[in-house]
C-alpha cells in the first residue's frame, strides 16, 4: 500500500520561514493536499493540488512537489500557525495521509 | 463556508455497532463527494472510505472493507458510516469530510467530529 512520511516535528521562530516535507514513491506524479489541525479542532484545508490555496488560506502559505517529495511552506510564520500538518495524496482509489508534523514556533 | 454536523458522541461496549451520521445543510449529497476519517487518540489522521467520483461509487480502505458500511440518505440528504465489531482500536473521533464539488481527492471542509469510545 502508498505510504507518506513526514519528519514528526519542525520548530520555527516567529517571522521566519517553515518548510515542511512529505516524501512517497513519485509523488510529484500525484496531486498532494495539506491540512492543518489545531488542538482539539477539525483538520483544515491549507493546499490542495500540489500549489492551490483555498480561500481565506492566509498567503504565506505556499506549496511545491516534484520528484518523491512535496513541501508546504510558511513564510512569515506566525504563533497562530503552530499546529499539526498533515499531507495527502490519491493512490488506487484510496486516500492516504502522511503520519503528521508538529510544528512549533518558538 | 459550507458546514458539516454530525451526530453526538457515542460510548459502545466491545463487539457493537456504532453509526455516526453527517448532514451538509443546504447541499444535496449528489453533489459532493463524502468520505470519513478518524483519529485515535493522540494518533494522526486515518482515512476509512468515501466516494471516488472517477469510478461513481463509495471506496474504502483495505483495513475496514468488511467491517464498515457508508450510506447516503439521499431523502434526507444524511451521509451515515456504520462500523461494526467495535474494539478498544476503534475509540477515535470520526470526522466527515467532503469535497464540494466532485472535482478532486481532497477535502474541503470538515464536520465537528463524532467522539466514539469503545469501553466495556
Known amino acids: 500500500s502508498y505510504e507518506l512520511t513526514q519528519p514528526p516535528s519542525v520548530s520555527v521562530s516567529p517571522g521566519q520561514t517553515a518548510s515542511i516535507t512529505c516524501s512517497g514513491d513519485?509523488?510529484?506524479?500525484?496531486?498532494s493536499s495539506w491540512y492543518q489541525q489545531r488542538p482539539g479542532q477539525s483538520p483544515v484545508l491549507v493546499m490542495y493540488?500540489?500549489?492551490k490555496r483555498p480561500s481565506g488560506i492566509p498567503e504565506r502559505f505556499s506549496g511545491s512537489s516534484s520528484g518523491n517529495t512535496a513541501t508546504l511552506t510558511i513564510s512569515g510564520t506566525q504563533a497562530m500557525d503552530e499546529a499539526a500538518y498533515y499531507c495527502?495524496?490519491?493512490?488506487?482509489?484510496?486516500?492516504?495521509f502522511g503520519g503528521g508534523t508538529k510544528l512549533t514556533v518558538l | 463556508q459550507v458546514q458539516l454536523v454530525q451526530s453526538g458522541a457515542e460510548v459502545k461496549k466491545p463487539g457493537a455497532a456504532v453509526k455516526v451520521s453527517c448532514k451538509v445543510p443546504?447541499?444535496?449529497?449528489?453533489?459532493?463527494?463524502m468520505h470519513w476519517v478518524r483519529q485515535a487518540p493522540g494518533k494522526g489522521l486515518e482515512w476509512m472510505g468515501g466516494?471516488?467520483?472517477?469510478?461513481?461509487?463509495?471506496m474504502y480502505a483495505k483495513k475496514f472493507q468488511g467491517r464498515v458500511t457508508m450510506t447516503e440518505d439521499t431523502a434526507t440528504d444524511t451521509a451515515h458510516m456504520e462500523l461494526r465489531s467495535l474494539t478498544s482500536e476503534d475509540t477515535a473521533i470520526y470526522y466527515c469530510?467532503?469535497?464540494?464539488?466532485?472535482?478532486?481527492?481532497?477535502?474541503?471542509?470538515w464536520g465537528q467530529g463524532t467522539r466514539v469510545t469503545v469501553s466495556s
Open positions: 443546504g447541499y444535496t449529497l449528489t453533489a459532493l463527494s
Open positions: 466516494f471516488d467520483p472517477e469510478v461513481a461509487k463509495i
Open positions: 513519485k509523488l510529484g506524479f500525484k496531486y
Open positions: 493540488q500540489d500549489n
Open positions: 495527502q495524496a490519491w493512490d488506487s482509489s484510496t486516500a492516504v
Open positions: 469530510a467532503i469535497n464540494k464539488n466532485r472535482r478532486g481527492h481532497y477535502f474541503d471542509f
